[in-house]
């Protein structure tokens, strides 16, 4: 990989630099999330394991996030600020999913296949940390760019836990290794939804104060009469 492609500029809050790259790369990111998604759902329902079907809801809500944020990309701070707080809703709700998910498994006892688990997630990996690399410029920008960067990047250690969740099923024999990390993915979910949530709500605020109108001066002492007549 060349490092040119990650020593631009990053945009600040409220601005938008490189516009077309970034346009770019978020139909890129869109392509590469959706037929992961359709690669891991399959995966996922053939092996038994929850950690690729979390991994494949993940990889589906990331290709939603990059189509809103293609939508919301030429639009004001404030748009682009209540789109990120979708999308953080959007995150915290899949860790919420996920959790649900592995206590109801506790229940059923199934041992997924790790030799699926393991090729899947490197295949994912791969994927992911394509996506991440080229992001990787942006996560200074603002929420709704941030919240792009970090769905990239906890994509890209989840995949790392699905691999390693796959050695420890092949090596144990059991389940556990699978809902463990499907957990992890969830608490990663959680902290990056939350931290894209607090961002979008100061970007809110701030538009909110740059927008109001301001007061109009009061007048000098002495230069009208309270009832209307020019002070003479």
Known sequence: MSAHCCEHDTPQPGTLVNLARYRRILWIALVINAAMFLVEIGAGLQSGSLSLLADAVDFAGDALNYGVSLAVLASALA????????????????????????????????VPQPLTMGVVAVVALLANV?????????????????????????????????????????GTGSAWPDLLVASLMAGLALQGGWVVMRQARRELRQDEVAVRPSAPP?????????????HR
């Open 79 to 110: 748009w682009r600020a209540r789109a990120a707080v979708v999308k953080a809703l959007c995150m915290m709700g899949f860790g919420v999913y996920v959790l649900g998910a592995a206590v109801w498994s506790l229940w059923q006892g199934d």
């Open 130 to 170: 394509a996506v991440a690399w080229m992001l990787y410029a942006f996560r200074e920008g603002d929420a709704n760019m941030r919240s792009v960067w970090l769905c990239s990047r906890n994509d890209a250690i989840g995949n790392l836990a699905v691999l390693l969740a796959a050695l420890g099923v092949f």
């Open 218 to 230: 009061p007048n000098p002492p002495g230069c009208h009469h309270p009832h209307g007549t020019p």
